[in-house]
């Protein structure tokens, strides 16, 4: 490649003891490099050491080419640095704000292996795509040709969206339907503002929407317009709803006023963040200002709970967890974000009860150890006889975790066939589900997930509906 930059191999911080960026990153990494210029960001890619393995991008699931957009960074060719993120990836910019790079890209990085501390991938992905925007250099979908054949998309969360800009660029007539009031699925209403800044995903939206991809709101299929109606109206459908059905505690009191839906309590939290009046979080009922907050649950959702807490307000934020640290499935990052925070970790509890009545007033909380290794190999939680003890609180939100829907049961079609979890059974290359022309991408089809992955199977499950409707099309003609 023509004009190679001289590599740098620096490590992060000279002064600061050589540590893995595993550590770095949730505390000094991010601080250093959360505001970056030209000059940070050149200088982070220039840490690549264009290895030429290359595992960071083996370890992302879009198979980003990091490392050439890495050195076009390091040698101030930002324009075309930003072209090359933005063939492989829909949404960069927010990728590089909200994926666990820990797990991913940056924690497979050889200069991290060889425990310098990674690359901040991430971080440059953003950069790169938010200066794209500030220059100018993003604009609306114009297709070469336009063409007669649509396709519906039910839920604009990431994988729908994904997808529908691949159909769009291609020509094709695309309408995206949601039941919400706004598009983005749990990047508008799941993940908080302070991980990503609402407008970040509007801006996406509005450049869809400028591009032709039509977006119905507040349409709830099955209830609004019904599957076979969908059906009947394109050419082909793509099944991007997302899983919501949340997992619940079976626990003596759990009806009590005040135990809440980690999905509810995030909803409303970022509904405010728009600016819009919200009833259940205007009259306190989901608004933690002044309360006594526990959140029971260790994944990532629970994280999001406890620190939205924080940031409205609470008195006291505990986090109830059945395992230990280093068995949480929540991001290492997170927990320690949330503790320097103030929040405080009850490891190795669960609750046993609610006392109060109609209204909470505290958890019954039993103390655990860890036992054997169940077939996963993961050791189970055991009950520790005669430890309980009561943890007052105001408000309970439960974070654990979420199922998908029983959407054949739901939209009246038994002929979509899912598996036993009820996530819609399709191809995992081509995505395609049980019936002709209906194909499935993201959470509802692989379970609760990441952004990233919904892009990648929203893009392949758009490429696979091309092919589709261009063989549909030639068996039309013949
Ligand atoms: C609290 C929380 C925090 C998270 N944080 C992160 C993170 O930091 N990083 C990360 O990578 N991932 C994170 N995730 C996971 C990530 O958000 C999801 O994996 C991803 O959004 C899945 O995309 P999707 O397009 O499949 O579904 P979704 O984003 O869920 O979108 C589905 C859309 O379908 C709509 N819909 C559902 N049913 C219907 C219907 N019947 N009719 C019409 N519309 C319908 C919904 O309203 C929604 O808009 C988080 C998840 C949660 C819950
Ligand atoms: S999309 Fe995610 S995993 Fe891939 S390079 Fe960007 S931050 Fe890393």
Redesign the pocket.
């Known amino acids: 490649m023509a004009d190679q930059p001289m590599l740098k191999f620096v490590t992060v911080e000279r002064d600061m003891p050589r540590k893995r960026a595993a550590d770095l990153r949730g505390g000094d990494f991010g601080e250093i490099y959360s505001e970056y210029s030209d000059q940070k960001a050149a200088e982070q890619a220039g840490r690549c050491s264009q290895c030429g393995v290359p595992y960071c991008q083996n370890h992302c699931p879009l198979h980003n080419n990091i490392p050439d957009w890495l050195l076009m960074t390091a040698s101030g060719r930002l324009r075309e640095a930003h072209e090359l993120t933005q063939a492989t990836n829909t949404f960069p910019e927010i990728c590089g704000r909200?994926?666990?790079q820990d797990r991913l890209c940056e924690g497979n990085c050889v200069i991290e292996l060889a425990g310098h501390g990674t690359v901040t991938i991430g971080s440059v992905e953003k950069y790169i795509t938010d200066t794209a925007w500030e220059k100018g250099w993003i604009k609306p979908i114009k297709p070469a040709v336009e063409r007669s054949e649509s396709v519906g998309i039910?839920?604009?969360?990431?994988?729908?969206l994904a997808a529908a800009d691949m159909l769009r660029r291609a020509g094709i007539q695309v309408t995206v339907?949601?039941?919400?009031d706004r598009?983005?699925?749990?990047?508008?209403?799941?993940?908080p503002n302070f991980?990503?800044e609402k407008e970040v995903v509007m801006r996406r939206i509005k450049l869809l929407e400028k591009g032709g991809v039509n977006i119905v709101l507040n349409?709830?299929?099955?209830?609004d317009v019904s599957f076979a109606e969908l059906r009947s109206r394109h050419d082909a459908v793509l099944i991007?709803?997302?899983?919501?059905k949340s997992n619940d505690i079976k626990a003596p009191g759990s009806g009590a006023h005040g135990i809440v839906r980690?999905?509810d309590y995030?909803t409303a939290s970022n509904k405010k963040s728009f600016g819009d009046a919200v009833e259940e979080f205007d009259n306190g009922n989901l608004n933690a200002s002044g309360k006594r907050v526990i959140v029971i649950g260790g994944g990532?959702?629970a994280m999001?709970c406890v620190r939205t807490a924080i940031r409205q307000g609470a008195t006291s934020v505990k986090c109830l967890y059945r395992r230990d640290r280093a068995n949480m499935p929540g991001s290492q990052r997170e927990v320690r974000n949330a503790e320097e925070e103030g929040v405080v970790f009850a490891w190795l509890t669960a609750p046993k009860g609610f006392t109060g009545g109609d209204k909470i007033k505290g958890v019954m909380v039993q103390k655990m150890r860890l036992g054997a290794p169940d077939a996963s190999g993961r050791q189970t939680p055991e009950i520790i006889a005669g430890e309980d003890y009561v943890e007052p609180a105001d408000l309970v939100i439960k974070a654990l975790g979420?199922s998908p829907?029983d959407l054949p049961e739901?939209w009246g079609v038994p002929e979509i066939e899912v598996t036993d979890w009820k996530t819609i059974k399709a191809n995992f290359q081509s995505h395609e589900t049980s019936l002709e022309g209906v194909y499935a991408?993201?959470?509802?089809q692989r379970g609760?997930?990441?952004?990233?992955?919904?892009i990648r199977d929203?893009r392949e499950a758009a490429q696979a509906m091309l092919t589709y409707l261009s063989d549909a099309k030639a068996v039309a003609a013949e």
């Open positions: 909200i994926c666990p039910i839920g604009a969360g990431p994988g729908g339907y949601d039941r919400h598009a983005g699925g749990l990047m508008t209403y799941g993940i991980k990503l349409c709830a299929v099955g209830d991007a709803t997302g899983v919501y980690a999905i995030l990532d959702t999001d979420f829907e739901l991408c993201g959470d509802i609760a997930s990441l952004v990233v992955w919904a929203g």
